[in-house]
């Protein structure tokens, strides 16, 4: 079965620092990956997907994520933060088995501090 | 936009009642699902439907039940709600099949089971 690893509980950033949180994926095949937000009292946002392509992918608000097929990783970046990114973000892989979409299986989440 | 709507935001529930968790879509999706989240667990798969009258078990179905009569609505059930199911309970929608296609949420069920 498929698994997400976040390794960092919480993150302190400042604002206008650069920002890495880490994701490793176990998955047998490709997988399909995402990276979603979710900021306080709200549900949870896409920020960006990689499916296959370009390992590089960009995604909203200024987030961009990179697939390392041997390190197997998918690491979100932003080059300069911001006091509204405060926020949990979550890693996340989908699967397929056959029977139609499964259901994605999440990291237990980062926890984004952003000090004035 | 697509919309998920669930029916409260809020619940409070006391052991051993049955309770409905009910989820709207409003963009055609075949495919909905139920988590829960709990703090340092994440988002846990419940179950999953991906067509009418279909559905699978998903990581930690025990507990739970659910029926998906209509495209758009897809209702979680807890037959006698325990303390322990007390969490977040959040559903989701996305079209097309594969797992590749976005996941879209809603805001969230935060049930109490005292």
């Known amino acids: 079965a498929q698994s997400v690893t976040q390794p960092d509980i919480h993150i302190t950033v400042s604002e206008g620092a650069s920002l890495e949180l880490r994701c490793n994926y176990s998955y047998g095949a490709t997988p399909y990956l995402f990276w979603y937000v979710q900021s306080p009292g709200q549900g949870l946002q896409l920020l960006l997907k990689y499916f296959s392509g370009d390992t590089l992918v960009q995604g909203i608000k200024g987030f961009e994520a990179e697939f390392k097929r041997s390190q197997s990783s998918f690491n979100l970046r932003k080059p300069s933060v911001h006091w509204s990114d405060a926020a949990e973000y979550f890693c996340a892989v989908a699967a397929y088995s056959g029977g139609g979409a499964d259901g994605l299986t999440f990291g237990k989440g980062t926890h984004l501090i952003i000090q004035p | 936009d697509v919309k998920v709507t669930q029916s409260s935001r809020y619940l409070v529930k006391r052991t051993g009642e049955k309770v409905f968790l009910e989820c709207v879509q409003d963009?055609?999706?075949?495919?909905m699902f139920w988590y829960r989240q709990d703090p340092g667990l994440g988002l846990r798969l419940i179950y999953f439907s991906y067509d009418v009258k279909m559905k699978e078990k998903g990581d930690i179905p025990e507990g739970y039940s659910v029926s998906r009569e209509k495209k758009e609505r897809f209702s979680l059930i807890l037959e006698s709600a325990s303390t322990n199911q007390t969490s977040m309970y959040l559903c989701?929608?996305?079209?097309?099949?594969?797992?590749?296609?976005?996941?879209?949420f809603g805001p969230g069920t935060r049930l109490t089971v005292t």
């Open positions: 963009m055609d999706h075949e495919n």
């Open positions: 989701a929608s996305s079209s097309g099949s594969r797992g590749r296609y976005e996941q879209y």
